[in-house]
C-alpha cells in the first residue's frame, strides 16, 4: 500500500500528487481490501506527513509545543475525504514568530487540498473551552498523541479524565441531548431515501456516541476495547462490529466518488457506490440490495445504541432505591415504572410472550422497558426460528394489541424498532428496508407503514382536527377501528415483489384475515381497502369530481358509507406519511369535496345522479349575500347582468366567496385584461384569476408565465362565458408547497398580465434538477370515457421536467383544441396530469384527433 515519502522540500505540488497516488490505489485495491486496512494505511500517511511537516516548519524546535490528533482523526478513522482535525497544545500563548510557524504549517496543508480543522489552546484553555462546548469537549477525549511533548499529552489525558471536566452524570446527559437533536433533524428515522451515513439515526454518529460513553467511562477507545470492560456482549459486538464494517465500506466508497466532503448518499451516488461495492442486478436492483443491507445496519445500531445507552444510565448514573414492584404476570414486574423479566427464559420457551412484554407497554402508558429486558429480547430475536403467528396464542395476543390505547406508538413502532414485526409477519422482512426509488416518497416501505398507522392513530386526539377535520371526526367513530389499522399494516407489504402490489397485499391479508379468525365481511373490507387504497387520491387529485358521472362511479367502487369512511381515513393518512411536505391544504379540499359528494350520493341513492341545480343555486344565493354585506354599493342589476354571461359551470365549480371575489374584481375594472392573484379565496394554494378576452395559446402562455416564475400549477379551471370572455382560475402554490407571499404574487400577477397582452411566449428556467436526472418515467397518454361525445377526457404520464405544462399547451394550440380544465399532479419525478378537451368544434376528439394529439405528445415527451 501507499506509504507518504518525505522529500528534502515538501511541497503542495509533491503532497497532492502523493495525495492522488494514495486515493488511486484505494480505488484500485478497494474491492479487496478491508476498509480496517485502509482506514489504516490513510491514518498513517497522514500522520508521517503531519510530523514531516511539523519538523519542516521547525515547530519541533518548540520544546513546549504537541501535535494531537483530535476527532475523527484521532480515532484513527481517517476517510478519503476526511477533515485533518488536530491540536496544537502550548504550555504558554505562542508568541509572534511561534504563530508565524504555525500559520504556514496550516496553510501549506490548505494548499495541499486537507480540510483543516485546527486549534491551539494551552491546557487552561483545553479545560475552559472543554467545558463550555460539549461538541469540543468530546473532540479532546480523541486526543492521540503525534509529536512534540509528550509531557503536555499526559497532562491533558489527566485533564480530560478527571471528575471536574464533565461528570459522567452531565456528559451523558449532553450527548443524550445531542442525540435527540440530531434524530429530530432527520424525522427521527433512519429509514429516509437519502440518508446521511454518519449523522442519519442509526448512523455512525450513534456508534460515535457509545464510543464516548465507553472514553469517558473506561477509556476504551474501539469496539474490541469496550468488549473488553464486559459493557457489551460478544453476540452484540458482533453485530455492532458487522455493521460498522458495512457502513464504513459504504462510506469509504462514497468518499472515493465525490471531490467534496459529503455523508449523503443522495439518488446519484447510489448507483455508483453499490458498484463500488459489487452489488450486481438489473435496472435498480444493485442500489435496492445495497440500501437495504445499509437500512438493516442502521436499524441494527439504533436499537443497539439505545439499548446500550439505557443500559449504562441505569447501571452506571442511576442509583435508586426500588420504590415500587407491581407484579404484571407470570413473567413481568413493574419495577420504578420499568418493567422487567420475572422468567429470564421466558422468550424462548413462550415465544408468545414476546407479545405480552408489549402488550404491558400500552396498560402502562409512562413506563419504559429495562435494558435488562431489551438485551434478552434482542439476542432472543437474532435466533428465532419460524413466525409468531404460527402460535394461536401469539395471534390472539396480536389481535389484543390493536385494541389497546396508543398500540401503534407504544406497541407497534418499538416492535418494529426492535424486530418483532419480522418474526411475527412473513411478508414484513420483504419490505424491512427496502427503498422506494422515487422522489415521491421520503422513506422505506417498513417505515412508510408504521408512519400511516401512526397517522391514523393520531386522528383519535383532539389536535388533528384543524389539520383534518373530517377524520378527526369520523376515525373515533369508526365500529372497528383494527380494520383500518391492519389494512395500513398491508397496504404495501408486496411491494418490491413484481406484479401489482395491492392485488398481492390484497390476497396477503385476506390469508392473515382467515387465520386470525376474521369472518368473510371483515376479511373481504380489509382486502378492498388494501386493493383500492389509491382510489380516493386518483379520484380526488386526477378526476373532475364536480362531474357527476365521476361521483356516480367512485361511490359504486365504495358501495357504502362504512367503507367511505375507512377509505377516506387510510387516504390522508398514507399521503400524510409519504413525505413531509406532500400534504396540503388544497388536497384536503379536493378529499372534503369529494367525501361530500359521495354522502350526498349515498343519502339521495344510487338510482340518479347527483343534480348539481341546487349547489349551484346555493352558490349564487351565498354570493350574492356575501356581497351585498361587504360591497353595498354594487347594484344587484350590475351583479346578475354579469353572471348571466356564466355558464352554470362557473358557479358549481367556485366557492360564494370566490364568486363575490371575482364579481367585486371585474365590477371596479374597466381593463380587457385582468390579473388578479390572492391566497384567501382559495382552498389550500394560492388563486390565479383570469379575466380577458379569449385567445390562441391562452393555456400555454398562462403555463409559462407560471413556470417562468417558479411556481407549481395544481389545478387549472377554464370558463368560458357567452360572449368569449374566459373566467379562469388557477391554483398554484410555491415549489415547496406554500402559499405565495405579497411581492412573489405582485411579481406573478405582472408577468401574467405582460404575457397576456403580448403575442411572444414568456421564457422559461428549463435549469436541470438533479435528482431527476437519475429517473427514466415512460410517457403514457390515456384516454378515458371514450363514448362520451361532448369532451375528451385524457391523462398524461411522464417526466415531470422543466416546460413541461408549456409544451403542452404548445401541442394543444397547434392542434386547435380546447383545454375545459386540468388537474396537475407531480408524484416525485412523476407527473400524472388531467385533461378535459374539446376540438375546435366544440365536441370531442374523434379516432383521428385522439391518435394524432397521443403521437404529438409522445414525439415531444
Known amino acids: 500500500m501507499i506509504q507518504y515519502i518525505r522529500v528534502a522540500e515538501p511541497t503542495p505540488a509533491s503532497i497532492k500528487l502523493q495525495k492522488n497516488q494514495l486515493k488511486q490505489a484505494e480505488a484500485e485495491g478497494f474491492a479487496q481490501t478491508s476498509v480496517y486496512d485502509l482506514l489504516t494505511v490513510r491514518t498513517r500517511f497522514c500522520d508521517d506527513l503531519l510530523i514531516h511537516l511539523w519538523q519542516h516548519f521547525g515547530l519541533d524546535q518548540n520544546p513546549l509545543f504537541s501535535l494531537i490528533a483530535v476527532g475523527g482523526y484521532g480515532r484513527e478513522e481517517m476517510f478519503p475525504l476526511s477533515d485533518l482535525d488536530f491540536l496544537i497544545l502550548t504550555d504558554t500563548p505562542p508568541d509572534a514568530e511561534a504563530e508565524d510557524k504555525i500559520r504556514q504549517f496550516v496553510q501549506f496543508l490548505w494548499d495541499c487540498g486537507f480540510d483543516v480543522g485546527h486549534s491551539v489552546r494551552t491546557l487552561a484553555q483545553c479545560e475552559e473551552e472543554g467545558m463550555r462546548d460539549i461538541s469540543i469537549a468530546t473532540n479532546l477525549l480523541e486526543s492521540r498523541y503525534l509529536c512534540g511533548d509528550i509531557k503536555s499529552f499526559g497532562k491533558l489525558t489527566a485533564l480530560l479524565q478527571s471528575e471536574r471536566f464533565w461528570s459522567l452524570n452531565d456528559f451523558f446527559n449532553a450527548k443524550i441531548q445531542e442525540k ?55 453476540e452484540e459486538y458482533r453485530l455492532l462490529q458487522e455493521s460498522q464494517e458495512f457502513l464504513f465500506k459504504v462510506r469509504f466508497a462514497l468518499h472515493l466518488i465525490l471531490r467534496r466532503y459529503d455523508n449523503r448518499l443522495l439518488f446519484d451516488r447510489q448507483l455508483k457506490v453499490s458498484e463500488l461495492l459489487g452489488y ?57 415504572n420499568e418493567i422487567y423479566l420475572t422468567q429470564g427464559d421466558c422468550f424462548l420457551h413462550q415465544p408468545d410472550s414476546i407479545l405480552d412484554l408489549f402488550f404491558h407497554l400500552t396498560a402502562q402508558p409512562t413506563a419504559e422497558i429495562h435494558s435488562a429486558t431489551l438485551r434478552k429480547l434482542h439476542l432472543v430475536l437474532k435466533n428465532f426460528q419460524g413466525y409468531l403467528c404460527d402460535i394461536p396464542s401469539a395471534r390472539e395476543k396480536f389481535l389484543r394489541l390493536l385494541s389497546q390505547p396508543n398500540a401503534v ?34 422513506y422505506t416501505v417498513d417505515e412508510h407503514t408504521l408512519r400511516v398507522m401512526l397517522k391514523l392513530e393520531s386522528f383519535l386526539q383532539p389536535e388533528s382536527l384543524p389539520a383534518h377535520p373530517i377524520c378527526a371526526a369520523i376515525f373515533p367513530q369508526l365500529s372497528d377501528r383494527t380494520l383500518v389499522y391492519l389494512a395500513a399494516l398491508f397496504h ?63 361511490a359504486a367502487e365504495v358501495r357504502d358509507q362504512v367503507r367511505l369512511d375507512f377509505l377516506t381515513c387510510l387516504t390522508v393518512a398514507d399521503i400524510c406519511a409519504t413525505n413531509e411536505t406532500l400534504w396540503n391544504s388544497w388536497k384536503r379540499s379536493l378529499l372534503a369535496t369529494l367525501y361530500q359528494y359521495t354522502e350526498l350520493q349515498f343519502r339521495q341513492g344510487m338510482n340518479h345522479l347527483l343534480d348539481n341545480h341546487k349547489k349551484i343555486a346555493e352558490h ?83 403555463v409559462s408565465a407560471i413556470g417562468a416564475k417558479q411556481f407549481s400549477i395544481h389545478d387549472a379551471q377554464i370558463i368560458t362565458s357567452s360572449d368569449g370572455y374566459v373566467f379562469d382560475s388557477f391554483i398554484v402554490t410555491e415549489l415547496n408547497g ?124
Open 280 to 336: 450486481q442486478g438489473e435496472g435498480n436492483q444493485a442500489v435496492e440490495k445495497m440500501m437495504k443491507a445499509f437500512f438493516q445496519a442502521l436499524q441494527s445500531i439504533s436499537s443497539l445504541a439505545n439499548i446500550l445507552t439505557k443500559h449504562y444510565r441505569e447501571h452506571f448514573l442511576t442509583v435508586t432505591d426500588v420504590d415500587s414492584i407491581v407484579r404484571l404476570d407470570e413473567n413481568f414486574s413493574l419495577v420504578n
Open 409 to 442: 406508538r407504544r406497541a407497534f413502532v418499538p416492535m418494529h424498532q426492535y424486530g418483532v414485526l419480522s418474526i411475527y409477519l412473513p411478508q414484513w422482512k420483504g419490505i424491512e428496508g427496502l427503498m422506494q426509488f422515487d422522489l415521491f416518497h421520503s
Open 180 to 234: 435527540a437533536e440530531r434524530y429530530q433533524r432527520y424525522n427521527n428515522t433512519g429509514y429516509n431515501l437519502e440518508p446521511d451515513i454518519k449523522y442519519s439515526p442509526g448512523g455512525l454518529r450513534d456508534l460515535h456516541l457509545l464510543y464516548w460513553l465507553a472514553l469517558r467511562h473506561t477509556g476504551a477507545k474501539n469496539l474490541d476495547a469496550i468488549l473488553q470492560t464486559g459493557f457489551i456482549y460478544p
Open 620 to 702: 349564487r344565493e351565498q354570493a350574492l349575500n356575501l356581497l351585498q354585506r361587504e360591497y353595498p354599493l354594487l347594484d344587484k342589476k350590475d351583479i346578475l347582468r354579469l353572471w348571466k354571461r356564466c355558464p352554470d359551470d362557473y358557479f358549481l365549480r367556485n366557492t360564494p366567496k370566490q364568486i363575490a371575489w371575482h364579481t367585486q374584481l371585474l365590477s371596479e375594472s374597466d381593463d380587457d385584461v385582468l390579473v388578479k392573484i390572492s391566497n384567501r379565496f382559495s382552498l389550500g394554494g394560492t388563486e390565479v384569476f383570469i379575466y380577458c378576452k379569449d385567445q390562441a395559446n391562452l393555456f400555454n402562455k398562462v
Open 738 to 861: 406554500e402559499l405565495a407571499k405579497f411581492e412573489r404574487r405582485r411579481s406573478l400577477e405582472e408577468g401574467l398580465t405582460q404575457a397576456l397582452r403580448s403575442d411572444k411566449l414568456p421564457e422559461l428556467n428549463l435549469s436541470k434538477n438533479r435528482q431527476l436526472q437519475h429517473f427514466q418515467v415512460k410517457t403514457d397518454v390515456r384516454f378515458l370515457n371514450t363514448e362520451k361525445t361532448d369532451q375528451t377526457e385524457m391523462e398524461l404520464f411522464a417526466l415531470d421536467k422543466a416546460g413541461l405544462l408549456a409544451e403542452v399547451g404548445r401541442i394543444f394550440s397547434g392542434l386547435e383544441l380546447n383545454l375545459l380544465n386540468a388537474k396537475i399532479t407531480t408524484i416525485g419525478e412523476k407527473a400524472e396530469d388531467f385533461f378535459i378537451l374539446t376540438n375546435k368544434n366544440g365536441t370531442a376528439l374523434d379516432e383521428a384527433e385522439r391518435a394524432s394529439l397521443k403521437q404529438n405528445l409522445l414525439d415531444y415527451l
Open 492 to 554: 404495501d407489504i408486496a411491494k418490491g415483489r413484481g406484479g401489482d402490489h395491492a392485488e398481492l397485499g390484497a390476497q396477503d391479508i385476506r390469508r392473515f384475515a382467515e387465520i386470525h379468525g376474521f369472518d368473510y365481511s371483515q376479511a373481504e373490507t380489509m382486502a378492498w381497502l388494501v386493493e383500492k387504497h389509491l382510489l380516493m387520491s386518483v379520484t380526488a387529485q386526477r378526476r373532475d369530481i364536480h362531474d357527476p358521472n365521476v361521483v356516480m362511479t367512485f
